[in-house]
């Protein structure tokens, strides 16, 4: 009957008492109970994050200078010239009239407008992903494991 499982479930006794100067034969013959403790080694693996390495984004911004040619065209006419300074659109542009025997034609000319505007050049997307691998972990672990042998007429329950 070595190795008999405990029928009504409850964990063996594990507290350790002094043990008289008898032999285990002499406390199994006086039916008395000897507690050996069993111990076992276990693996704890534990997980951290390290530093596997980085990336750095440096951007620089470069300037320049530009010169562009721009052809601009005007109307001259030889007549009285009374300044006026009003601007117009494209749409509004003022036409030629008469007022009796005077011909009002309006001088136009084309000025330069400069326009700084901002340019989305384009985009830098950095994407991070987690991602798992797997590992083995390999180690060596102990465990006690218990034999019982009886000589004689004994019988030993392991309770």
């Known amino acids: 009957m070595a190795n008999k499982k405990n029928q009504n479930n409850t964990k063996p006794d594990t507290t350790t008492r002094p043990v008289q100067q008898a032999t285990h034969s002499e406390a199994l013959q006086r039916d008395e109970k000897i507690v050996l403790p069993l111990t076992e080694e276990r693996l704890d693996v534990e997980k951290k994050w390290v530093k596997a390495g980085e990336v750095i984004v440096r951007r620089e911004v470069e300037t320049q200078d530009q010169t562009i040619p721009v052809d601009l065209a005007y109307e001259e006419v030889s007549v009285q010239r009374i300044p006026v300074g009003q601007v117009f659109d494209e749409e509004h542009r003022p036409r030629q009239r008469q007022e009796g025997d005077t011909i009002i034609i309006p001088v ?45 007429n004994l019988e030993a329950n392991s309770d």
């Open 108 to 152: 136009v000319e084309e000025q330069i407008v400069v326009l700084k505007r901002y340019l989305v050049r384009e985009e830098i997307r950095i994407t991070r992903k987690r991602t798992m691998r797997h590992e083995d972990v390999k180690g060596t672990v102990r465990r006690d494991n218990i034999f019982v042998e009886t000589q004689g």
